[in-house]
């Protein structure tokens, strides 16, 4: 009985400090990142999922990479996830900038530096170009000359990549990665520009593409809050950095069937 009136009080200082560290986010944490009760997380919709990209069920839910993090952030929150699907990364952009989404992941660029709260990157990746059967593009060289047409997705880092870079083609921004192919389909463009990864499952339903050899230019895709939220960006952060080590972003990018694609370096902010 002694021994057990003994242990009762370092039994519950062990309690008390496992509670201490398994609390939730601060008050401060919950303000940033589910000001209404939940979190409002933002993705990107497109015919076929990437590492980036969901795809969308029969009930209109999304599924992918995007959506297994975002679940992953909202259980560590303690709150349920609210999915906002946009068709493109630059409405995304917009509904942080707004307040109608708290979090988002996306590809970076100076641009969105001056708009958004920037966290780790979790997938780097490449752009280049999708090309129609007839269109006489060999090379990336080869899209920088009169005559050619380029697509993108309005208001993107790789549209504004491609708008810096080209000097003598067309560019047409869209706000889909649909109307992108139908362009390509019907020969009214000649080369769509987006990340490696995104188009690879996309060359089969425009007969005849083919996507090219190397890159434009390679991509930061990183978790991403509203400009000034410093306790949500930090907590962000953090949980980006220990998904990266803990398997957490891997266990996402194999399940969806990327078992090739590489986890961005601790290192890369």
Known sequence: MKLLRFLTPLMVMAVAGCAATNRGPDA??????????????????????????????????????????????GRQLGHPVEFLVAPNSGQLTDALT????????????AERRKKLGIGPIYFIGENTYLVRAGAGIQTLADVDRAGMRVVG??????????????????ITPVPSVDEALGLLRAGNADA???????????VASVPGSRILDGAFRSIDFAVVVPKDKPQGLAYATKWMNDA??????????????????????????
């Open 153 to 170: 997705i309005a208001n993107t880092t790789t549209i504004r990549a491609v708008g810096a870079m080209l000097k003598n083609t067309k």
């Open 192 to 202: 769509f520009a987006l990340t490696r990864d995104t188009l690879a499952p996309l």
């Open 98 to 109: 707004s307040g109608k989404v708290d979090v988002a992941l996306m590809p970076v660029d």
């Open 28 to 73: 401060a944490v919950l303000t940033d990142l589910a000001p209404t009760g939940k979190l409002r997380f933002g993705v990107a919709f497109a015919p076929e999922p990437s590492t980036f990209f969901v795809a969308k069920g029969a009930d209109g839910q999304p599924s992918g990479v995007a959506v297994d993090l975002a679940r992953d952030l």
């Open 244 to 269: 990266k080590a803990n398997g957490t972003v891997r266990k996402a990018f194999d399940a969806h069937g990327f078992t090739s694609a590489a986890v961005a370096p601790a290192d890369a902010r």
